[in-house]
Nanobody, 127 residues
Framework: QAQLLESGGGSVQAGGSLRLSCTTSENLSSVRLRTVGWYRQAPGKKREGVAGIEGADQTSYSESVQGRFTISKDNAKNSLYLQMNSLKPEDTAVYYC???????????????????WGQGTQVTVSS
């Protein structure tokens, strides 16, 4: 049973930056068929995809964060990151990292496709 642990959330003013981290119990460098990503859920809204990395490190982003957020990973540290710049109040949400280690899915899969989730970290952006 893989485990994911997020960190790095917090409160920031609009225009600011935050970097989220997600450490996995899986060895990312040894797992070829894997898809990892970041999702978020605001109060009263459905969980939505933010960014993902699949297969041969192909990245995907939602239109709402394209150009502001950057997803990356460090296989040596078994970690996934989300650098968030130019934050907006509408980015306020609980952010989750998600992973599946037996398959590859391009784009932004439905949250139900993922097998493992972190506990979430709160990001609050004030105007």
């Amino acid at each position: 049973q893989a485990q994911l642990l997020e960190s790095g959330g917090g409160s920031v003013q609009a225009g600011g930056s935050l970097r989220l981290s997600c450490t996995t119990s899986e060895n990312l460098s040894s797992v070829r068929l894997r898809t990892v990503g970041w999702y978020r859920q605001a109060p009263g809204k459905k969980r939505e995809g933010v960014a993902g990395i699949e297969g041969a490190d192909q990245t995907s982003y939602s239109e709402s964060v394209q150009g502001r957020f950057t997803i990356s990973k460090d296989n040596a540290k078994n970690s996934l990151y989300l650098q968030m710049n130019s934050l907006k109040p509408e980015d306020t949400a609980v952010y989750y990292c998600a992973a599946r280690f037996d398959s590859v899915c391009p784009g932004m899969p439905s949250p139900s496709w993922y097998a493992y989730w972190g506990q979430g970290t709160q990001v609050t952006v004030s105007s």
